[in-house]
């Protein structure tokens, strides 16, 4: 089955590390994305994880990949207001077509 | 390189009729993706065309419909509007079919009154 989920809402204070969790079903998946949203835009693509990575680091992000428990993880480092936003990771899977199966997003407000 | 645009970015229209949005892909990019997204669905696929022609498809009505240009732009029409219909229209691009990474535009606003 297709199914990623999220927990909806994530409250961090402002320089402190963001950890936004997403599991997934389908073992298939051979990318894994993280999107932002921000209000009334599209989705910016964040980063992505093929399936045969267990980490992936760019800069302030930091994406974890635990495919036996079909978890994946986005870790910002010192958080800023900037990044407050909707955060959705999706999967792509090879054999269906050139789709993403989103999440359902998580809200990240950041506090001062 | 200019990024994906979409037009309108805001449409409002009465129930039972039609609309048509547009997408115009990064320049190169072969693959035209749409998504619909709704407070309550989430995101969801529509369709991907490659090449001009539909290559998948989404669970969608038969009033959701699109087509693909020579140039690569896409439009998505939807026809005998409802209400339900009300959600923010997104186009991805890649670079060829079945490409992974996919490429978003700021997506189109349709309200249906």
């Known amino acids: 089955g297709e199914d990623v989920e999220q927990s909806l809402f994530l409250s961090v204070r402002e320089g402190d590390s963001s950890v936004i969790n997403c599991t997934y079903t389908?073992?298939?998946?051979?990318?894994l994305y993280w999107y932002k949203q921000e209000p009334g835009a599209g989705l910016q693509l964040l980063t992505y994880?093929?399936?045969?990575?267990d980490m992936k680091q760019d800069q302030r992000l930091t994406v974890l990949l635990n495919k036996k428990d079909k978890h994946l993880s986005l870790r910002i480092a010192d958080t800023q207001t900037g990044d407050s936003a909707i955060y959705f990771c999706?999967?792509?899977?090879?054999?269906?077509?050139?789709?993403?199966?989103f999440g359902t997003g998580t809200q990240l407000k950041v506090e001062l | 390189k200019a990024g994906v645009t979409q037009t309108p970015r805001y449409l409002i229209k009465t129930r039972g009729q039609q609309v048509t949005l547009s997408c115009s892909p990064i320049?190169?990019?072969?693959?035209v993706s749409w998504y619909q997204q709704t407070p309550g669905q989430g995101l969801q696929f529509l369709f991907e065309?490659?090449?001009?022609?539909?290559?998948n498809k989404g669970n969608f009505p038969g009033r959701f419909s699109g087509r693909q240009f020579s140039n690569s732009r896409s439009e998505m029409n939807v026809s005998t509007l409802e209400l339900g219909d009300s959600a923010l229209y997104l186009c991805?691009?890649?670079?060829?079919?079945?490409?992974?990474?996919?490429?978003f535009g700021p997506g189109t606003r349709l309200l249906v009154l």
């Open positions: 320049s190169g990019h072969r693959s």
């Open positions: 999706a999967e792509f899977l090879r054999g269906g077509g050139n789709k993403l199966t």
């Open positions: 065309y490659f090449s001009e022609t539909q290559r």
């Open positions: 994880i093929f399936s045969n990575m």
């Open positions: 389908d073992s298939s998946s051979t990318y």
């Open positions: 991805a691009s890649s670079l060829v079919e079945y490409q992974e990474t996919q490429y």
